[in-house]
């Protein structure tokens, strides 16, 4: 079943609502075949970071193993300088063996301070905008987990896309979703089935015959049923996980106001 493709915001790319948040997925001995069994089953955005381990040196070998880069790829930097993140830019085009990058992101800008730091003169919007100038960088996005910076980040007009924690475990940023689909700014939707140490508990739990609220499944038709979100990013190791979300996402499935507080509710429930 073919992934539904959404538009990332102003950027106008078209981005399947099933990405892959590929930080850790070089720390699996099957990390190259996760990899490839996203992008044959027709995942089109991959999501990095310079600080993942391997994550980057795996999507360059994986482009040039396939002889060619037919998807997207989202990276950030921590770097809050504009010398800093150009030198980061410059890392990653060297890693991921590319001309230009789909989408560079601040990564992690989760203070006040953050925020003045990478927005002021000197700061890493600046090294990124000059990167863009200079074709390294075709779009610029903003990761956080702060709800006021994530306000001012979709507000202020200089970010194509923000990266936003969202599932039936941290409902708290549905109507900064709503707000920048307002906006026309894109939404990548991060720790959707609300992160590894929860998707244990779940799995250890249907291994004993639960088929509750919290199915996987589920949990990502939650997020997806939003929309204002642009793509999905759970992480995978292995290509079963690929397999798995592929078939959720592809149902097409979208929960009903009644079935998404049930999630909620179980979700809180979990702890």
Not at 243 to 264: F, P
């Amino acid at each position: 079943m073919e992934l539904k493709k959404r538009r990332l915001g102003r950027s106008g790319l078209m981005v399947t609502e099933l990405g892959l948040g590929a930080m850790d997925t070089p720390q699996s001995a099957e990390g190259a075949d996760t990899l490839n069994t996203a992008l044959d089953l027709g995942v089109n955005f991959i999501d990095t970071a310079r600080e993942y381990q391997g994550s980057e040196y795996l999507i360059g070998q994986v482009i040039r193993d396939r002889g060619a880069k037919d998807f997207f790829v989202g990276t950030k930097t921590f770097q809050q300088t504009s010398d800093g993140c150009q030198h980061d830019v410059d890392r990653s085009l060297r890693m991921l063996g590319v001309d230009s990058i789909d989408l560079y992101q601040l990564h992690d800008v989760s203070s006040q301070d953050a925020w003045e730091r990478v927005m002021g003169e000197g700061g890493a919007l600046e090294g990124l905008q000059i990167a863009k100038i200079r074709g390294l960088v075709k779009y610029i996005g903003v990761s956080s987990h702060s709800l006021e910076v994530l306000g001012l980040a979709i507000d202020c007009g200089e970010f194509d896309a923000v990266m936003i924690e969202y599932s039936a475990f941290f409902p708290q940023t549905r109507n900064l979703i709503a707000m920048a689909q307002e906006r026309d700014v894109g939404v990548i939707a991060m720790r959707p089935l609300g992160g590894s140490g929860r998707m244990s508990a779940i799995r250890s739990r249907i291994a004993e015959g639960y088929r509750g609220a919290l199915a996987p499944d589920n949990l990502l038709q939650y997020v997806l049923s939003h929309p204002g979100v642009s793509v999905a990013i759970p992480g995978a190791r292995y290509p079963s996980r690929v397999r798995d979300n592929v078939a959720a996402a592809g149902q097409g499935r979208r929960l009903s106001e009644s079935e998404l507080r049930q999630c909620e509710e179980a979700a809180g429930g979990l702890y």
